[in-house]
């Protein structure tokens, strides 16, 4: 053997003469192979007026000194060039293109441009894993629709699961630990989770698949109603005592105290219907308002009737929206004019929801 196996560098015999040529020409060779920078990888006609060492990928079709070399490195040494052929898995980065280029054994390829088809993970500023093959750290992601292509001018980014009964979207963390889920949780049907502490879920949100309705499962709504005749003294407001509810999403109305309280801050669509009844006399009048924290008379709320009171027959209703603290209880108080009366067990109501 003559030469290195690798980088082709010349062997000195032991009975050599001028040793110090073969010397020079390996040394030359290592100049020229080790740390490979080159000037460019495109041109065809060797430059000039090169510059010692000055080092190019003779591109296919070269002609005149570079003629018969494509693919290999041409560098400019002691007046001539000389052509160091690559193998598989040669480095050069190109200074003209700024970027590194790898000799496939065939072609020198842009790394830029290689697919990265069937990698086991890929982190960018991180490491992946197994679970989370691809992971990123970084302050801002963007995904853009083609302009070079061109594409269409679209873009989606699709996500799919094995099937109804399993996951698909996103988890949203503080601090590594979920706070919200949002996607095809379980279902076909889009729903958002909210958690204080990423393992008790709470759906706040539900969209049908088929039909498009949208569910609030966790918003505050009641219906409430009076089982007995409650009595109503003359000329002074009582208040009704409603007891029961049909339904009561959150526990949002207090049966024991006859009110309904607001959960959080927010806008409250409230209402009421009473009817009359008799107790002796006729009262002139009959009036029904709200009233905050038992104490506070909403005066927008305030309805009465306009006609002769007819005992079983005469009904007042009331609406108001409502903008609660957290903790504000809403109740319904009624008065008789004149004369007492009840607020009969039959056909009445006191009934909200949280709007906003």
């Known amino acids: 053997m003559t030469d290195t196996p690798n980088l082709g560098l010349p062997f000195i015999d032991g009975g050599q003469a001028q040793k110090h040529v073969t010397h020079n020409e390996a040394l030359r060779i290592l100049d020229a192979a080790i740390q490979i920078s080159v000037l460019d990888v495109t041109r065809t ?27 290999a490195i041409a560098t400019w040494q002691d007046g001539t060039w000389a052509f160091l052929v690559p193998k598989a898995g040669w480095c050069v980065w190109s200074i003209a293109d700024d970027v590194m280029m790898v000799f496939d054994g065939a072609l020198w390829r842009d790394l830029r441009n290689l697919a990265l088809d069937n990698i086991d993970h890929l982190g960018v500023n991180t490491a992946a894993d197994s679970s989370n093959r691809f992971s990123v750290k970084s302050d801002a992601v963007l995904l853009s629709h083609d302009d070079v292509t061109p594409g269409s001018g679209d873009l989606r980014v699709t996500f799919n699961k094995l099937n109804a009964t399993k996951d698909v979207g996103f988890t949203l963390q503080s601090n590594y630990s979920p706070r919200a889920l949002i996607g095809l949780l379980g279902s076909d049907d889009l729903s958002i989770k909210v958690s204080a502490d990423g393992v008790t879920y709470r759906t706040a949100l539900v969209v049908d698949k088929t039909s498009g309705q949208v569910s609030f499962e966790q918003s505050p709504k009641f219906l409430a109603y009076l089982n007995f005749d409650k009595y109503c003294a003359a000329n002074t407001f009582t208040k009704v005592q409603f007891n029961n509810s049909r339904h009561n999403d959150q526990s949002v109305f207090d049966p024991a105290n006859n009110q309904f309280v607001a959960p959080v ?38 309805v009465q009737t ?14 108001a929206l409502l903008k609660l603290a957290a903790g504000d209880a809403i109740s319904v108080w009624a008065a008789m004019e004149t004369n007492d009366g009840y607020i009969a067990a039959a056909q009445n109501g006191f009934y909200g929801h949280r709007i906003a």
């Open 45 to 71: 006609v060797p430059p000039a007026s090169p510059a010692e060492g000055a080092r190019h990928i003779v591109a296919a079709g070269a002609s005149g000194a570079w003629s018969g070399h494509a693919l």
């Open 265 to 302: 801050a927010g806008v409250y669509a409230l209402g009421f219907r009473v009817m009359f009844k008799a107790n002796a006399a006729v009262p002139t009048m009959l009036t029904a308002a709200m009233y905050k924290n038992g104490v506070e008379l909403l005066d927008d709320t305030r």
């Open 306 to 319: 306009s006609s002769a009171l007819v005992s079983n027959r005469t009904m007042l209703s009331g609406h």
